[in-house]
């Protein structure tokens, strides 16, 4: 939060970030970004929402103090407008709070909270506003989230009353602001070529990461299940078979740059299954989505110590996808629910 005090000293400039989902930018935006240029006019402040395809966005509100106070009211107000037009569609009968989420630097917010807390309690009591101060900074940030959740009148009292803490006690020193990361789009290797998820499909990635997948798979000696190699800058993915792996599965985990055969089998042993069948079936129905394969699992039999898997391509899915290498895929997504059991890297 900056601020400066304008010509004569008659009102002061804020400016205040908000750390926001991507649903509530979109309510923010609106339809054709009608809704952010009406609280931009009608406020008379500043609103600007970071770019790029984050989770998270960060919204910079910057004006006059009243100004500020109106944008906040306006955005408060669509919150909770947003929130009853979701309980009309829901049995829920007691309409949550209207929350939301100021980026502060980190050493102001000692001031807020006060000596034992004395400060943010008395912020709590005078406006009715649940305040809450995160404990550990921002990702790669000297900032704090803090959070108010209440009414659209009680956050505005209480953004009235942070607003006068900060200006009471400027940030010390450089303040590093935090900015939401991109979000990364899963890639996965099969049959030597990359394929991203998106939707219900894998589609194949541009040849340049391809390649550069390829040359990692060259420069690097196959060893133990579950480490991970750089394939391209910022992103780490399992590029490693082992022989336990392989006894697991019964068969190669499909990474090789050999074309898919039509029909795949493979056996999993009894105590691992579970991982890739998933609680009522969610596992194997995502790796059937994402490969585009059909996956067929053989019913246990007695003194049997493995289940059968049988994966065949899908005529249907294969129209839509073209080249996929859908067997492929779906050997290797398997292979990367077993390697997270064994390793106890969690699901994938």
């Known amino acids: 939060m900056e601020s400066k005090v304008s010509e004569g000293g008659l009102n002061v400039i804020l400016t205040i970030r908000l750390l926001m989902h991507g649903k509530e930018v979109g309510s923010i935006i609106g339809k054709k970004g009608e809704t952010v240029k009406k609280m931009r006019e009608e406020s008379g402040a500043r609103i600007n929402i970071s770019e790029g395809n984050c989770p998270e966005r ?176 910022g992103e780490k993915l399992p590029l490693h078979s082992s022989e336990e792996a392989q006894n697991l599965m019964g068969q190669s985990s499909g990474l090789d740059a050999s074309p898919p055969a039509s029909t795949h089998e493979l056996t999993i042993p009894n105590d691992l299954i579970g991982c890739i069948i998933g609680r009522q079936g969610t596992k194997i129905n995502e790796i059937r989505q994402m490969s585009g394969a059909q996956i067929k699992i053989a019913s246990a039999t007695e003194g049997s110590s493995g289940r059968q898997i049988t994966i065949t391509q899908s005529l249907e899915n294969s129209a839509i996808t073209g080249t996929l290498a859908n067997i492929s895929l779906a050997q290797y997504l398997i292979h990367a629910r077993l390697t997270a059991e064994v390793t106890g890297m969690g699901a994938l």
């Open 58 to 233: 960060i919204v910079t509100i910057t004006g006059p103090t009243d100004a500020i106070f109106k944008a906040f009211a306006m955005i408060a107000y669509k919150f909770e407008e947003d929130i009853i037009n979701s309980m009309s569609n829901s049995t829920a009968t007691s309409k949550p709070p209207v929350t939301l989420r100021l980026v502060v630097p980190a050493s102001q917010c000692g001031s807020l909270i006060g000596k034992g807390g004395s400060k943010i309690k008395e912020i709590r009591e005078s406006t009715g506003a649940q305040v809450q101060v995160a404990g550990d900074m921002l990702p790669n940030s000297t900032e704090r989230a803090v959070t108010i959740s209440g009414t659209p009148d009680a956050i505005i009292q209480c953004v009235k009353q942070i607003c006068v803490v900060m200006l009471e006690s400027p940030p010390k020193g450089a303040t590093i602001p935090y900015r939401p990361k991109p979000a990364s789009t899963p890639v996965i290797f099969a049959g030597g070529q990359a394929y991203t998820i998106q939707g219900q499909y894998a589609i194949p990635h541009p040849d340049q990461l391809t390649k550069l997948h390829q040359l990692a798979m060259q420069q690097t000696p196959f060893t133990s299940l579950g480490q991970t190699t750089p394939a391209f800058p």
